[in-house]
């Protein structure tokens, strides 16, 4: 019962893994903030969330920017309650080998994946504190681990599994957890969009990426929200500073 009162935040939801997870989450029975940078773009999840009979308000913000996220996670208090669970999952790609990259494109993956964590999560964390119950789950990725063409994207992402563990250390004793989850090929805008800048049919790219994956396939945004679910959950209390790696098989 204390869960379908929790209030969730989901970053970069207006779609693919984010849209997934906030599907989810409210599903479970919270009441969920779809949160992207174009609050429109949010609309599509907000509406399939009430039309399965859950609670979704959607909101724009620049997780980026200090200023926009103190007034989204206002927002969020003010219209579904104080928010007790926050995923960070807002991402972007800026793919380059390291002599082409620019400063501009390595500043906004970091802007977006770390900088946007840190600030969404010390903006919500003290709703967590105050409730005695939190829980924050953060994406990094398989590229955490190191892949041709993202030192900025792989460093963000390792960056994430550091933070993550530094967060579970500093507010464990406010019943508050903190996870992360490093996902392998996921079918999304994102991996389509890859395939096509290497100009790959998206079929083909998919295929050749399951023959590396031991389950043989490659994952869903519902395999990324599936793991969520159970971290946001009442019994993952005691599952703090992890790092899952939600990729057909074993990755670290």
């Keep these: 019962m204390a869960q379908a009162q929790r209030t969730a935040i989901v970053t970069g939801a207006a779609r693919g893994i984010g849209a997934a997870i906030a599907t989810r989450l409210a599903a479970d029975g919270m009441s969920v903030a779809v949160l992207d940078l174009d609050e429109g773009a949010c609309a599509g999840t907000v509406e399939a969330i009430k039309a399965a009979g859950g609670d979704a308000v959607a909101v724009g913000a620049d997780v980026s920017d200090e200023a926009s996220v103190a007034a989204a996670v206002e927002r969020v208090a003010e219209a579904l309650g104080g928010p007790t669970v926050l995923v960070n999952n807002a991402g972007i790609t800026r793919d380059n080998l390291l002599f082409k990259m620019s400063v501009a494109d ?34 990094s990725s398989v590229s955490a681990l190191g892949n041709r063409g993202q030192v900025n994207y792989s460093a963000a992402k390792a960056g994430m599994q550091g933070f993550t563990k530094t967060l579970a250390i500093e507010l464990g004793r406010w019943n508050v957890t903190a996870n992360a989850i490093a996902p392998g090929f996921i079918e999304t805008e994102m991996t389509a969009a890859t395939a096509e800048r290497v100009g790959m049919p998206f079929e083909d790219f998919k295929a050749a990426a399951a023959k590396q994956i031991p389950v043989a396939r490659v994952g869903q945004p519902e395999d990324i929200a599936h793991t969520v ?9 005691f599952v703090s500073g992890q790092v899952i790696y939600v990729a057909g098989g074993p990755r670290d």
């Design 106 to 139: 390595w500043d906004a993956v970091m802007g977006v994946h770390l900088r946007g964590a840190f600030l969404m999560s010390r903006a919500a964390q003290k709703h967590m504190v105050e409730a005695e119950f939190g829980r924050i789950v953060n994406l």
């Design 229 to 237: 679910s159970f971290l946001a959950s009442e019994g993952a209390g």
